[in-house]
């Protein structure tokens, strides 16, 4: 449910994006031309009994986009990911990184654009009866291994965020602690956009989600060469790759922004280090 309402709490399309992202859904014919200009950030949520082409592209003679494609700008939802074949899920690799796809196929090679928000959901286990003290769960350590070892170190590697979310109980619905609503939310993730794209103007990026992690460990980029110091242990250590400390950097960033700071702090930092390393519960 979570996963769904998040194209709610990001900004609409620009002007170019949504003409982007008008002419991917027009090309994979999914377009409503009743409904003109797709201007909000899309969801694509495909089964994981979908094929390697659906997901990514291809089909016979000219490749189609898939939902990497379609779901350009806006979030792309694996519901129970470790469900999905290993070919589909190493196939977002690619995209996660250069936030293209490239389709080859006999009838010719096409290049979509696929920047996308990634967001997997799995069990606790397989039986998924393994939440709190988990008594329930009638899954052998093995079973539990092996569903988890199905989402790879290379794509959890490019997944910046990490929480355990506990099932709803009886009481939190007795205590009716509404959440903020959407709009409350959206925002605040306006303002820190606003933010970053303010501070990115003299480059040639507008999201932190676009920032290379060279520039981002620079000076340049406002970075206090104080906050590398834990990461670099951590990356010493192997704790983290290189990937990882330019994944939390740019979390850190982003935290910073949400707090209306002008940089990060060592506290947003940890948290970020936290939230990557499933440290952190809602
Ligand atoms: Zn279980």
Not at 112 to 138: D, I, S
Request: hydrophobic share 40%.
């Amino acid at each position: 449910m979570l996963a769904e309402r998040l194209p709610s709490i990001l900004p609409p399309l620009s002007p170019d994006d949504a003409v982007t992202v008008t002419s991917i859904h027009s090309l994979a014919g999914t377009f409503n031309a009743d409904a003109g200009l797709l201007t909000r950030p899309p969801l694509r949520a495909p089964h994981h009994t979908a094929t390697r082409a659906a997901v990514v592209g291809g089909g016979t003679g000219t490749p189609r986009p898939g939902d990497v494609s379609l779901a350009h700008r806006g979030v792309l939802f694996l519901d129970e990911a470790p469900e999905f074949s290993a070919g589909v899920l190493d196939c977002l690799r690619q995209p996660l990184e250069s936030g293209v796809v490239t389709i080859d196929r006999v009838g010719g090679r096409a290049t979509y654009p696929a920047a996308f928000q990634l967001v997997l959901a799995a069990n606790p286990c397989p039986c998924g009866r393994a939440t709190g003290r988990g008594l329930e769960c009638t899954c052998t350590s093995l079973q539990r291994r092996r569903y988890f070892s199905r989402l790879s170190g290379p794509l959890l590697d490019r997944v910046d965020i990490q929480v355990e979310v506990a099932a709803v109980t009886a009481d939190d619905l007795a205590a009716g602690t509404a959440g903020e609503p959407s709009a409350v939310v959206a925002a605040r993730v306006a303002e820190a956009r606003a933010r970053a794209a303010r501070r990115l103007a003299d480059t040639p990026w507008r999201l932190m989600g676009e920032v290379p992690g060279g520039w981002l460990r620079s000076p340049a980029s406002g970075t206090d060469a104080s906050l590398l110091t834990p990461l670099m242990t951590a990356l010493d250590r192997g704790d983290l790759t290189l990937r990882g400390v330019d994944r939390v950097l740019r979390l850190a960033w982003t935290l910073a922004d949400l707090g209306a700071r002008p940089a990060p702090t060592p506290t947003d930092i940890g948290a970020a280090l936290a939230l990557r390393t499933r440290g952190a519960r809602p």
